[in-house]
């Protein structure tokens, strides 16, 4: 085991590293790309961690990422307050909230858990448009940029956005790698192997169930704090059904159950929607396909297959 | 016009409106109840009844009697293509409840733009195929509506006989309380699931027919009645027929209610936290069983 624990080590350590290094290459354009990509990411591996590793489908994240979006987008915009303790409300908008739907939703299992999330995601998206005086609903708020501003950095400045970013990304990246090394990792995929199972040794599977919800909706509330934060936006299409199902797409596609596996599958499907845009404006069909196809002939994503087929070490 | 005609009228609206929701959530909860899967692109085979509704109605010399025809095609139409996703999609992975969330959710996509494509971006009304109008002596009511909630309550009525009473139905049972035995026992279980999944969106694509001289046909209109169906399926038990007709009536008149008082939005809202009640008391729903 301790090779294999070298060889991720290493290879998540080169993933950062190459991260880091790219933001000196890219042209601008693909620049600000990168930056929301690893904010998305960061999303991501809070749902990899509710689907990936305790086996929970979700369809209504997308409120936990809105979370984090409107508590640090709006203390901005209405108190003034910086965009650190903005960054902090936020994330921790999203651990509480995750705790408050889970302990409704962990009632129900199997698929009864996806259709309750996804109704209470979009009770949470038409409470957005519903308070349209303090959220502006659809047309959403736009953060001035003196509101913007930690010391002396300034969060327009894009060099500063993609290394706050990268922050971000390698803060879940490690927390995911720690969580599923620790005892409560192997218990949380034991839940998802076989819950009876796990019951029947004497975990209480609820409690484990709940925190892996709560730490998915601190990184989900985090990572829409940031992006209110970084691109100085805040709009309910954050919280719609869409940001729920891309979610669910960008970690299928790279992998669910792996650590790497929700930045390869948000990459990568950032960069096939544009590069589809080019030819047709039906992203709609682009984004059906790759869901229907993905579950026809590649169910475990890039990374999922990867780990069949090679690299057993693979966490 | 006062508070008691008002409210009879919101009364009114609220039934009709029920009675379409629970052809729609019966559907998804026959799918659910036989074959144990989530259909997500539910409410799209409602929109593509709507959506052949209008093209019948518009192609067609007069439109009442496209509409007519359309009663008929339109699920027909939606049935095949039901059947075509249950053979070409959903049977290659055997129907893993997981699998089939995640290609229903893409189907979901596939079908808003095809619709978008062939129909376009544009909400189209059309004209009720009978034109008369039930005077009340505080306000007119669409006539039209009233013939809605009798068709629709035929519709459930002739889904329970099918049902309970069928040899078809018997086998269906069946298949829902155990499907391995019931394939040990030469039911062929596979043509029950195919059947079952175009009943269901049959069931769906009939409400939209039913609606579109209602409200107009759009390509996005199938992402309320999925909602709606899903509060509802929760409450009444996920599987539990009885249960998803008894919650659509409690959930569409209340919602035809407050959507008339106060706004749609909140009613949903509100129904979404009843629904969180109703987990918090009794994890199964009002009428489910436990899960086997």
Redesign the interface.
């Known amino acids: 085991m301790d090779g294999s624990q070298d060889r991720a080590l290493a290879l998540h350590g080169g993933a950062l590293v190459i991260l880091f290094a790219l933001q000196f290459v890219l042209p601008p354009y693909h620049h600000t790309n990168f930056t929301g990509i690893m904010v998305l990411a960061t999303y991501g591996i809070g749902y990899n961690i509710l689907i990936g590793y305790t086996g929970l489908l979700s369809l209504g994240h997308a409120m936990f990422f809105a979370a984090g979006l409107y508590a640090a987008g709006l203390t901005v915009h209405y108190f003034s307050i910086d965009p650190v303790s903005a960054f902090i409300f936020g994330a921790a908008a999203g651990l509480v909230f995750a705790t408050a739907v889970g302990l409704v939703a962990l009632r129900t299992a199997g698929v009864s858990f996806m259709i309750v999330t996804m109704m209470f995601s979009q009770a949470c998206f038409l409470l957005i448009l519903y308070f349209n005086d303090v959220t502006r609903g659809d047309e959403g708020i736009v953060l001035s940029e003196a509101a913007r501003q930690v010391g002396s950095f300034s969060l327009i400045d894009p060099n500063v956005r993609y290394n706050l970013a990268l922050a971000l990304f390698a803060g879940a990246l490690i927390l995911c790698f720690i969580l599923i090394r620790s005892r409560v990792g192997r218990v949380l995929v034991a839940i998802r192997e076989n819950e009876d199972r796990v019951k029947m040794l004497g975990y209480h599977t609820f409690r484990y169930k709940l925190l892996a919800l709560a730490l998915s909706g601190l990184l989900s509330g985090a990572a829409g704090a940031a992006y209110a934060l970084l691109f100085g936006y805040v709009g309910a299409t954050f919280a719609s059904i869409e940001y729920s199902i891309y979610v669910l797409l960008w970690v299928l596609l790279g992998g669910s159950g792996t650590i790497l596996g929700p930045i390869v599958g948000a990459l990568l499907m950032f960069y096939l929607v544009e590069w589809t845009s080019e030819v047709t404006e039906s992203y709609r069909i682009v984004v059906g396909a790759a869901l229907v196809l993905l579950t026809l002939f590649f169910p475990k994503g890039v990374l999922g297959t990867l780990r069949e087929k090679r690299l057993r070490w693979l966490p | 016009m006062s508070l008691g005609p008002h409210l009879l009228l919101a009364l009114m609206e609220g039934t009709v409106a029920a009675f379409v929701l629970a052809l729609t959530a019966l559907g998804l909860a026959l799918v ?1 109840g036989v074959m144990r ?2 259909n ?1 692109a539910h409410g799209e085979f409602f929109m593509l009844g709507a959506v052949f509704a209008w093209a019948f109605a518009h192609l067609a010399g007069s439109p009442a009697l496209g509409f007519l025809a359309a009663t008929i095609a339109s699920p027909i139409i939606v049935g095949g293509a039901a059947l075509a996703i249950d053979r070409l ?1 959903l049977r ?2 055997n129907y893993q ?3 089939t ?3 229903t ?10 619709v ?2 062939f129909y376009g971006p544009d909400a189209r009304s059309v004209e009720p195929p009978i034109n008369f109008r039930i005077q009340l002596p505080w306000f007119g009511y669409s006539g039209y509506k009233v013939v809605v909630a009798g068709v629709a309550a035929l519709l459930l009525l002739a889904t329970w006989y099918g049902i309970a009473r069928t040899k078809l139905g018997l086998v269906m049972r069946a298949t829902q309380f155990d499907s391995e035995t019931a394939q040990a026992f030469g039911i062929p279980v596979d043509r029950v699931y195919a059947a079952v999944f175009v009943l269901g969106a049959m069931l769906a694509a009939i409400a939209g027919v039913l609606i579109v001289p209602i409200k107009q046909a759009y390509y996005l209109m199938g ?1 309320d009645p999925l ?1 709606l169906s ?2 509802v ?2 409450i009444g038990g ?1 599987g539990s027929l009885r249960g998803a007709v008894i919650a659509a009536f409690v959930i569409g008149i209340s919602d035809g209610v407050i959507s008339v008082f106060f ?1 749609p ?2 009613s ?2 509100l129904a ?2 009843l ?2 009640l109703v ?2 008391f009794r ?1 199964e729903g009002l009428f489910g069983g436990k ?1 086997r």
Do not use: C, D, H, M
Request: hydrophobic content about 75%.
């Open positions: 659910f899967i989530v997500v999609i290659r992975f409840p997981e699998a969330i995640v290609a959710i893409g189907l979901l996509y596939i079908i808003q733009q095809l978008l494509i992402l909602l899903f509060i399926v929760i996920l706004s939005n909140l949903k809202i979404t936290l629904v969180a987990l918090v994890p899960a």
